[in-house]
């Protein structure tokens, strides 16, 4: 265990969760597997917890600056919570490789279109179609109970593109819909809840810090910049996810495949040999001599 490791990287996630509204745990999860060294079903809970205090506080500070789209963000947090809790469900029995892959891939297409995204005006009296909101809030709120994340990275691109909200509002909403779906999928994972709180004394307080800069260096940027740091963070992400899992289900595949195939060839030399009528003659007849 690296907890002062872990310290500094979680306060990086603090900071661009605060300024760009996604990526807290995408980037915790792996930092608590992999240098705290925990098992993944712990490291899941105690990210949901980390994330969802940080998105909290995160989404205070966005609301004391009117960034804040609350309507938007209710009906994300309506649609997407029974989907959030089925796919927590879900995931106790599914293996997550291809999802996974399908995720990344999601990712790159979300980043791709923040890049190219031409401007960020919202008209509001034009009247937008609710099926957005339903369908983009189901999605997220699946993905995020299936992978225990909060799904910032698929909120702000959805609020964004389908929803036409600015970008900075978008950022303060994501942060919204995310408290509320990692406490979803929290409870969705309360089976594992018997973790060590520990790590969390030293993680959360990093954290909380760090988003507070975040939210605060958002504020002197500019709407486009913030949209294009998002695009090109989201598909980096989105490529190595799906790079790794990839590799990971071929590799899977391959020891499957392979006791199958030692198994036929062991079959294969146990079994009789077939009936050669020329060599049974031979044979005979060898012994008659």
Known sequence: MHLWLAVPLIAVMGLILGLLGGGGSILTTPILVYVLGLEAHAAIVLSLIVVGSTSLVGTLLHQKHSELAWKQGLLFVAFG??????????????????????????????????????NDRNDPSRERSIWPVVAAG??????????GVGGGFMIVPSLVLFLGLPMKAATGTSLLVITANSAVSLFGHRHAVDVSWTPLLALVPAALMATCVGVWLKKMLSAQLLRRAFGAVVIILGAFMIVYNSG????????????????????????????????????RQSNYR
């Open 81 to 118: 919570a029974p989907l959030n809790m089925l796919g927590a469900q879900i995931a106790r029995h599914v293996s997550a490789g291809h999802l996974l892959v399908f995720f990344g891939v999601l990712m790159g297409v979300s980043g791709v279109a923040m890049l190219f995204k031409r």
């Open 138 to 147: 189901g999605a997220v709120g699946f993905l995020a109970g299936f992978l």
């Open 248 to 283: 990971a289900l071929h590799n899977h595949v391959d020891a499957a495949s392979g006791p199958q195939k030692e198994t036929r060839s062991q079959a294969l030399e146990t079994s009789p040999k077939p009936y050669e009528p020329g060599l049974a003659h031979s044979s």
